[in-house]
């Protein structure tokens, strides 16, 4: 698995580019950096690859997993993940129904499939929480549950859109520890947007600056 | 985008062009026709200017057209005036929970059973001539027009009851997207009092974003006709009553004078509307030449209290009309000036069964009917906007106005016209059709902001895991937006159960509903029997506005932030 941008460039609807035409390629388990000021298309570029660009803006390049373009794709059929600084779990869903949601529908029989939803809650240091109102966990709990969430799916590359910004510093070292590690041991590749030097410093891929 | 986003789109505009705007094209086009002499069923062929003399020679046609200036814009302005001070003073100690609360019952109820409760509590033998009647030592009624009174006074009045809840309603919901409490501490710091903040600082923000609305009750109050027949002067009445009953007229030729009627209504209401744009284009100049003189001495404060205190009295009459329907459906003895009857009884309720249930029948078939198809085109609106990721044009926005800011009368004679040569008129499924077009409109503008504010990030996480567009609409949008939903189908409840006009008018006469009843009844007859319908004619709105509270509630009663926070 890897993440290849090809000459990636975004025009706003009066046809101006955001940014200078992009190519990165990012390979199983990296997980590369974009920094950058703010609005000059950070989240852009993360809607772009993940298929979620509003109408208006147009693409050109090319987004390739494993050396497939997906550029034309709809967002769901893209297996590109997404992890939020929020962690937007869906409010009328359990948590445990929340991680179900993300689990592919090729998995079948409703006894495997509690148990990979029990097993990935364990595994977020959630045991025993599958019945709660997601608005009842903590911050920390939130954001490990989203994590899962998106795993589950089975992703083939991850976009993080600042994905610690929201939490404090205690919190923020563990969380993030946690999905780096996540993301390595699945060898994943994934491309995260952030203002903190120190998310970059601990991602420890390449740091693109964007603008 | 995707092709799917494009179908839907395009059924959408297919569905609102052929089933909205070409009716009410075809129907101003007919009633054009005929206000002009032509109306080949009447075997006349010719453009002619004669409807309008006739028009103008049509005996109280000129008081006629005086009335209904007075009470339209007369209403709409001191509604307006009174909301503005109210929420200025109120603003500040009401959550938008509880003013909703307060707000509800003078929303949900129908216009006509608003009328007919205020005559029960205005009229010479009404419960304030009753508290009054040992102080002034009556025996019998005062001998006084305290309804129908030939100045429009109760009319007016009973407008400004609908009117002012429906304006605080806005004017909330305006003021949440403002920083309020921030810019009035500025201001005051400022050394301005807090009234000439409210009036320098706030209201020219809150403006833009009620201007819509106002002109909605604008044509409303120019236009109405129920409660106009219920409340107002019966001869000569307002101009849209008038017409209505040129058009119901035994005599054919009426037809030709009444469209030239109707067509005028339209362009007194396009008048008054470019009036108010124009004053607010004065007022504009105006209040930036004050606000630049930087006075600081007016104090608006008695004014904001008068205002307040208007409020007040006009609600708690309001609560007295809701609550006299009730009383007089249940009363049996009350002879003047009792307070409450002197026995009670189900009676009237029995006599009148065989009526109230065939059109308790009719008005909950048209309602479901309307509400579903309105819901329906509403959500397919606002899912294909999704889908295509896009936001929505001015002409669109505009579109779905149109049907409130048209009188009524100005186009459903026409529509009428079109439905009898397609053989439809006189069945329900013309009505659900007429009424439709007034009901989307409401379930439109209620669910779009609250579909809006859902976070798209919500859904890129749904997309991202796989789902597409339809498990995204069923499993993530439809549950989380379930309130507001509701709440727009008990709007669009609300509005159907008061449509009078289009229910009469396609409906031949022979779709007997709860409004059709009481408007009808209203005039002389009995007063339980009328409190009867009037009664269930408020129950059912105030049915559906519970039903889309407690339905949520229930469902996802263990999901906090469904419950709490979605409230507003």
């Given amino acids: ?11 706003s609807a009066t046809g101006t580019a955001l940014f200078a035409p992009l190519t990165l390629h990012i390979p199983a388990g990296a997980v590369v950096t974009v920094m950058g000021p703010s609005g000059v298309g950070k989240s852009t570029l993360l809607d772009a690859i993940g298929g979620h660009l509003a109408h208006g803006f147009r693409l050109s390049g090319q987004v390739l997993l494993s050396g497939h373009d997906v550029s034309r794709l709809p967002a769901e059929a893209r297996r590109i993940g997404l992890v939020f600084q929020e962690a937007l779990l869906f409010p009328h869903l359990s948590v445990g129904d929340n991680l179900a949601f993300g689990l592919p529908a090729a998995l079948r029989g409703r006894k495997l499939r509690r148990a990979a939803v029990e097993a990935a809650l364990d595994q977020a240091g959630l045991a025993g929480m599958h019945d709660r109102d997601p608005a009842t966990l903590s911050g920390g709990q939130r954001a490990r549950a989203a994590l899962m969430r998106t795993l589950l799916a089975e992703p083939a590359a991850l976009l993080l859109d ?16 946690f999905t780096l590690d996540h993301v390595k041991a699945r060898a994943i590749p994934a491309l995260m947007v952030t203002h903190d030097p120190d998310d970059a410093a601990a991602a420890g891929g390449a740091v693109v600056a964007l603008g | 985008m995707s092709r799917d986003g494009r179908l839907l789109r395009a ?36 453009w002619t200017l004669q409807p309008w003399h006739d ?11 005086r009335l209904t200036l007075v009470t339209g814009i007369g209403s709409t302005l001191l509604s307006l005036l009174l909301a503005t001070g109210f929420c200025a003073t109120v603003h500040a100690q009401m959550t938008p929970a509880a003013s909703a609360r307060m707000l509800t019952p003078f929303l949900a109820i129908p216009h006509a059973a608003m009328a007919v409760g205020l005559a029960f509590v ?15 030592g009556w025996d019998r009624p005062p001998d006084w027009a305290t309804v129908n009174d030939g100045w429009g006074l109760a009319l007016l009045a009973g407008l400004m009851v609908k009117e002012v809840p429906f304006l605080l309603l806005v004017m909330l919901s305006a003021l949440s997207q403002i920083a309020v409490a921030q810019q009035m501490a500025a201001g005051r710091a400022l050394g301005y009092g807090r009234g000439i903040v409210w009036i320098k600082i706030i209201m020219p923000q809150v403006w833009p974003l009620i201007r819509l609305p106002v002109w909605v009750v604008l044509a409303y109050a120019l236009s109405v006709v129920d409660m106009a027949m219920i409340l107002g002067p019966s001869n000569p009445p307002t101009l849209a009553v008038a017409v209505t009953r ?35 284009g004065l007022a504009r100049r105006l209040g930036r030449w004050w606000l630049r003189r930087g006075g600081r001495g007016l104090s608006a404060e008695p ?27 249940l009363a049996w003895r009350w002879s003047f000036p009792q307070l409450l009857p002197q026995s009670w009884s189900l009676e009237p309720w029995a006599t009148a069964q065989m009526g109230w249930l065939r059109a308790l029948g009719n008005t909950m078939l048209l309602a479901a009917a309307t509400g579903t198809l309105s819901l329906t085109l509403a959500i397919a609106w606002l899912e294909g906007e999704d889908r295509g990721h896009r936001s929505r044009t001015r002409w669109a926005e505009a579109l779905i106005y149109l049907p409130l800011l048209l009188p009524q009368i100005g186009f459903l004679y026409g529509l009428n016209v079109v439905f009898l040569r397609a053989g439809i008129s006189g069945g329900i499924g013309a009505v659900i059709w007429a009424q439709a077009l007034f009901v989307f409109p409401y379930v439109m503008i ?32 439809l549950p989380i937006l379930l309130r507001p939903i509701l709440t727009a189908a008990a709007i669009g409840v609300a509005v159907s159960v008061a449509q009078y006009l289009p229910t009469l008018f396609t409906g031949a006469g022979r779709i007997a509903t709860l409004t059709t009843e009481a408007v009808t009844l209203s005039s002389g007859s009995d007063r339980r029997i009328t409190g009867v319908y009037a009664t269930l004619q408020a129950a059912l709105p105030f049915a559906a506005y519970l039903a889309a509270f407690a339905v949520p509630a229930l469902l996802h009663r263990n999901r906090r932030s469904l419950t709490g926070a979605a409230a507003a």
């Fill in chain 2, 55 to 65: 028009l103008a020679a049509l005996p109280g046609f000129a008081t006629s057209l």
């Fill in chain 1, 162 to 177: 600042e994905p610690f910004a929201n939490l404090d510093a205690g919190l923020k070292a563990e969380i993030r520890r």
């Fill in chain 2, 446 to 477: 209620a669910l779009s902001d609250p579909w809006r504010a859902l976070d798209r990030r919500m859904l890129h996480a749904a997309a991202a895991l796989g789902a597409g567009p339809w498990r995204r609409l069923w499993a993530v949008k």
């Fill in chain 2, 122 to 136: 205005l009229a010479p033998s009404g419960w304030i001539a009753r508290v009054v009647a040992p102080l002034a």
């Fill in chain 2, 246 to 280: 040129w058009f119901t007229d035994a005599d054919p030729a009426m037809l030709l004078p009444a469209s030239a009627g109707a067509i005028l209504q339209a362009v007194v209401v396009a008048l008054a509307v470019a009036l108010l744009w124009s004053g607010e």
């Fill in chain 1, 1 to 11: 698995m890897s993440l290849d941008l090809h000459a990636l460039c975004i025009h």
């Fill in chain 2, 11 to 46: 059924c959408v505009l297919a569905v609102v062009g052929l089933g909205l705007i070409a009716p009410i094209a075809l129907g101003l086009w007919q009633t054009g026709r005929a206000a002009f002499g032509i109306l080949p069923a009447l075997g006349r062929t010719e």
């Fill in chain 2, 303 to 329: 004014g904001l209290w008068a205002a307040s205190a208007g409020v007040a009295v006009l609600l708690a009459a309001g609560a007295l009309a809701m609550l006299s329907l009730l009383v007089w459906s």
